[in-house]
């Protein structure tokens, strides 16, 4: 794999969509830092990337704690010697009908998928000012962050989980207009229904519902989706390595929606 002499972080790159952005970016070129709060997992995408020619490095952290995801970014970034991209990736996926919904709930998710953005922002906003864009326009640094469909339009029992996904597209909204002056971009992308551990834990819940398998529970909401098949974790990888990639530089403050034609906008 050609290295581009550039370092991107992504958490919650133990599985899932996190573990192929991871994948995809090493292969574009980047090194990689893989952050997730299950170090085993974290170790395995890193290691997948070595044995395949790329650069990488595992880092525990949990991203609701800020003291943790500071000196998790900084050890990426001392370890590297740069962060060129920031990948505010993990979260937490429960479904809460309304009248379910719980003190401890709310806190804990809102905690992870916002709170683990915005500490993401600050902590790599740090690294990223260590350059001055040399004229109007240049990019030194991009944020990118995990919003979803369900952050695009209210679906059932996901009042909490969708909330958080909302917030996604209001921090990158004010990220972008904050952070234009400094040379640093802000993006998020909205993936549909995709094929992830995450994924298969909600498709398997109304499988047992109903009797049937995941396969099954899985193919319900490829009923909604306009191309005909639910989205693999790749898709969602492909559309972050373009608003991680030069070819993005002229976009900011935007979330794009990764869904097979679920939600138009
Ligand atoms: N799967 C989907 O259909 C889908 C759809 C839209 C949006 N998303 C979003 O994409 C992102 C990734 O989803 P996924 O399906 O790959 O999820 P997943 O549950 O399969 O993987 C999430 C990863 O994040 C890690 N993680 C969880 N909490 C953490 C914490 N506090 N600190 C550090 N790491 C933590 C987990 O250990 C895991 O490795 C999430 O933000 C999710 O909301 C997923």
New binding site residues.
Partial sequence: MPMNGKVAIV?????????AIAARLAKDGFAIGC????LD??RETASQISAAGGKAMAVK?????REEVFKAVDSVADAYGRLDVMI??????PTTPIEDITPEIYHKVF???VG?TYWGIQAAIKHFKKRKPSKKGEVVGKIIS??????QVGNPDLAV?GA??FAIRGITQTAAKDLAPLGITANAY??????????E??AQKVADENGKSLEWGLEQWAKNVLLGR??E?ED?AACVAFLSGPDSDYITGQALIVDGGMVFN
């Avoid at 505010?88 to 996926?93: C, K, T």
Wanted: hydrophobic fraction near 35%; include cysteine.
């Fill in positions: 958490t919650g790159a133990g599985q899932g969509i996190g573990r952050l997730d709060f299950n997992t974290a952290v949990d991203v609701a704690d505010n990736n993990a979260g937490l996926g905690d992870v998928n683990g995990a919003s979803s469909q369900a952050g989980y958080t996904k909205c993936p549909g229904i995709v094929r992830t551990p995450m994924m834990g909600i639910i989205s974790p969602v």
